[in-house]
């Protein structure tokens, strides 16, 4: 069974002029897969452990919290189709958050459609947005 997953990733920079980007994407991923490296040292966000028709079970790097939850200690969270679930990434050059949601689960002859061993992986359908943030004068007290 192969899913295809919904990641947006929102980043913004630490620093002047504190540019926001923001970028979605689809993926199609079998169990046992790794996606989105966050480099060579961290290795890849999201692992996908198990898949069900209507949910999927990911397991997330440490380097990433669970937005709004108790940290559970497999770093392990089920993703559906209703709702985006949120990861943060707080210790790189930018603030980080991706956000996860099953768009379709996969089944039978269906799943296997890109397994042609000659065929070029095709490349993630991306949006991307650069919204610059107003600088704001800052207060001081004396």
């Not at 192969?2 to 994407?25: D, G, H, I, Y």
């Not at 209703?82 to 707080?90: A, D, P, R, V, Y």
């Amino acid at each position: 069974m192969k899913a295809v997953l919904e990641v947006k990733t929102v980043s913004q920079n630490w620093a002047p002029p504190f540019a926001k980007r923001s970028e979605t994407a689809e993926i199609e991923v079998d169990e046992g897969e790794s996606l989105d490296k966050i480099d060579d040292e961290r290795g890849f966000v999201f692992t996908i452990l198990k898949i069900q028709s209507d949910r999927v079970l990911v397991q997330y790097n440490r380097a990433y919290t669970l937005k709004g939850y108790s940290q559970p200690a497999t770093r392990q969270t089920w993703i559906d189709k209703q709702h985006f679930t949120e990861f943060s990434f707080l210790w790189g050059n930018n603030g980080t958050t991706k956000s996860l949601r099953l768009k379709e689960a996969i089944s039978g002859p269906a799943a296997h459609r890109n397994e042609n061993p000659h065929a070029t992986p095709a490349e993630p359908k991306t949006e991307t947005a650069v919204q610059p943030v107003q600088n704001h004068e800052m207060m001081t007290t004396q």
